[in-house]
């Protein structure tokens, strides 16, 4: 079955660099695209960052352009995001997620991983 599994997240304070990632298994992790979004108490989940499968093509909310950078390492199925200039309105669980199925689609979410930035 799919699995993601999300790490590295923890407290940080403004102005400083993250990485979290996600350990993918149970699906073709080289031929998907890969996503994160993230939520805070009481909002929707947004979309943070997505990245094709072979890594040529990545798009990422305006909120993050020129800080975040998404990324994938398809020989260990892991993917990452590498947040630098940490502001205090990231702070939120970052979740990854895969969305699988042609005529059915449906959206595979990981336990979250949660970020704080805070001084």
């Known amino acids: 079955q799919v699995q993601l599994v999300e790490s590295g997240g923890g407290l940080v304070q403004p102005g400083e660099p993250l990485r979290i990632s996600c350990a993918a298994s149970?699906?073709?992790?080289?031929?998907?695209?890969m996503s994160w979004y993230r939520q805070t108490p009481g909002k929707e989940r947004e979309l943070v960052a997505r990245?094709?499968?072979?890594?040529?093509?990545?798009t990422y909310a305006d909120s993050v352009k020129g800080r975040f950078t998404v990324g994938r390492v398809n020989s260990k199925n892991t993917m990452y995001l590498q947040m630098d200039s940490l502001k205090p309105e990231g702070t939120a669980v970052y979740y990854c997620?895969?969305?699988?199925?042609?005529?059915?689609?449906?959206?595979?979410w990981g336990q979250g991983t949660q970020v704080t930035v805070s001084s």
């Open positions: 997620n895969v969305r699988k199925g042609e005529v059915t689609p449906r959206d595979y």
């Open positions: 990245i094709s499968a072979a890594g040529s093509t990545k």
């Open positions: 149970g699906f073709d992790f080289g031929i998907s695209a």
